[in-house]
């Protein structure tokens, strides 16, 4: 049998699915809300009545604090003292007439003096009474307002089973959640590992033109150098060369897409992991919700009880050298300025 504790738990983090909503909002200070024009805004009754319960306490710790009403002190009817205090400002207070005037009466003096001490602690005191009395007129005008609102602006709590079935919702929720950030992380896993695979053939055929280009370099310079004058054969070479490189920035431009593929699908790949964890730590948290408020677990999802993904994916070997090669300009400005065009 769920308590009042419960329900008031449950309403403060749950909606139930079934249409009944729950408004639990947070109460500092107590600042009873005006009543919602929408029914379907208002608070339970039990908050209501939480609210009102918290008013109440406010207002008799209000009352608690008005001090008893200050009696104001009679002013002296003698003129001869009336004459030696005059006003201080406009808030009633009174200060002693400075200096004295000649020939006064030290009895004077002294009942004057006495009774502007009197009449400023009155003034300090009333003060206070009326902040005081002002506060707790406002707290009691706020328990009045959460008294309505509990009797005028309250929708009535669920019952045990409307919210059992309402957690039994939010889980089923929570585990389609799961299952199609696995179906998301599948999908990503797979783009990964295609560009992965894609990398590395672009990579191994990157390497191969690479020395290819090189060999066909190194054949053409012996030949520059050995001092033999056969045009068809030099010709040929050259040809060699040219060929060479032309496969080499298609290499380059093929290493490069293949290379920012990759990076996107691992990217990808790690925002899936990301999403997934974050939807099995959800649902985690919301089955055991479920079953502290008394689910029968047989109602709901099997539990997963997997640990969270860490989000590793393998890198290339040779990735960053062969790629820094490539775009620093080792092959020369002319097989630089190719690629650049071809891209």
Same mark, same amino acid.
């Given at each position: 049998?769920?308590? %009042?504790?419960? /329900?008031? +738990?449950?309403?403060?983090?749950?909606?139930?699915?079934?249409?009944? !909503? $729950?408004?639990?909002?947070?109460?500092?200070?107590?600042?009873?809300?005006?009543?919602?024009?929408?029914?379907?805004?208002?608070?339970?009754?039990?908050?209501?009545?939480?609210?009102?319960?918290?008013?109440?306490?406010?207002?008799?710790?209000?009352?608690?604090?008005? =001090?008893?009403? =200050?009696?104001?002190?009679?002013?002296?009817?003698?003129?001869?003292?009336?004459?030696?205090?005059? +006003?201080?400002?406009?808030?009633?207070? *009174? %200060?002693?007439?400075?200096?004295? =005037? &000649?020939?006064? %009466?030290?009895?004077?003096?002294?009942?004057?003096?006495?009774? @502007?001490?009197?009449?400023?602690?009155?003034?300090?005191?009333?003060?206070?009474?009326?902040?005081?009395?002002?506060? !707790?007129?406002?707290?009691? +005008?706020?328990?009045?307002?959460?008294?309505? &609102?509990?009797?005028?602006?309250?929708?009535?709590?669920?019952?045990?089973?409307? /919210?059992?079935?309402?957690? /039994?919702?939010?889980?089923?929720?929570?585990?389609? &959640?799961?299952?199609? %950030?696995?179906?998301?992380?599948? @999908?990503?896993?797979?783009?990964?590992?295609?560009?992965?695979?894609?990398? @590395?053939?672009?990579?191994?055929?990157?390497?191969?033109?690479?020395?290819?280009?090189?060999?066909?370099?190194?054949?053409?310079?012996?030949?520059?150098?050995?001092?033999?004058?056969?045009?068809?054969?030099?010709?040929?070479?050259?040809?060699?060369?040219?060929?060479?490189?032309?496969? *080499?920035?298609?290499?380059?431009?093929?290493?490069?897409?293949?290379?920012?593929?990759?990076?996107?699908?691992?990217?990808?790949?790690?925002?899936?992991?990301?999403?997934?964890?974050?939807?099995?730590?959800?649902?985690?948290?919301?089955?055991?919700?479920?079953?502290?408020?008394?689910?029968?677990?047989?109602?709901?999802?099997?539990?997963?009880?997997?640990?969270?993904?860490?989000?590793?994916? =393998?890198?290339?070997?040779?990735?960053?050298?062969?790629?820094?090669? +490539?775009?620093?300009?080792? $092959?020369?400005?002319? @097989?630089?300025?190719?690629?650049?065009?071809?891209?």
């Amino acid at each position: 049998m769920l308590n %009042k504790k419960a /329900i008031a +738990a449950f309403a403060a983090g749950a909606t139930l699915l079934s249409g009944f !909503a $729950f408004a639990a909002p947070a109460m500092a200070d107590v600042n009873v809300p005006d009543c919602p024009a929408n029914k379907a805004d208002w608070n339970l009754k039990s908050k209501n009545e939480s609210i009102a319960a918290l008013a109440k306490k406010a207002w008799d710790d209000a009352k608690a604090e008005v =001090p008893a009403v =200050p009696q104001e002190p009679q002013e002296p009817s003698k003129a001869e003292v009336k004459a030696l205090y005059v +006003a201080d400002g406009n808030d009633g207070k *009174l %200060k002693m007439v400075t200096p004295l =005037p &000649n020939g006064t %009466k030290p009895e004077d003096a002294a009942a004057a003096q006495a009774y @502007v001490n009197q009449k400023n602690k009155y003034v300090g005191d009333k003060a206070t009474y009326d902040a005081k009395l002002a506060a !707790a007129n406002d707290a009691h +005008a706020q328990y009045l307002k959460a008294l309505d &609102n509990v009797n005028n602006c309250s929708n009535p709590d669920p019952t045990e089973d409307q /919210i059992k079935r309402a957690l /039994i919702n939010k889980v089923r929720l929570a585990k389609m &959640n799961l299952d199609n %950030k696995d179906d998301e992380l599948a @999908v990503a896993k797979n783009k990964f590992n295609d560009a992965y695979k894609a990398l @590395v053939a672009a990579l191994a055929e990157f390497n191969a033109r690479v020395n290819a280009f090189n060999d066909a370099q190194e054949k053409l310079n012996a030949f520059l150098t050995s001092g033999t004058n056969d045009s068809a054969t030099e010709t040929r070479l050259r040809d060699a060369v040219d060929r060479a490189k032309a496969h *080499l920035v298609r290499a380059m431009n093929a290493l490069d897409k293949a290379t920012a593929d990759y990076n996107a699908a691992l990217a990808a790949a790690k925002a899936a992991v990301k999403a997934y964890n974050e939807a099995l730590a959800l649902y985690k948290a919301v089955y055991n919700e479920a079953v502290a408020a008394g689910v029968n677990p047989s109602l709901l999802p099997p539990v997963v009880t997997s640990d969270p993904l860490a989000p590793t994916f =393998p890198a290339v070997p040779g990735l960053k050298h062969a790629y820094a090669s +490539a775009m620093s300009g080792k $092959f020369g400005k002319e @097989v630089q300025a190719a690629a650049k065009q071809g891209q």
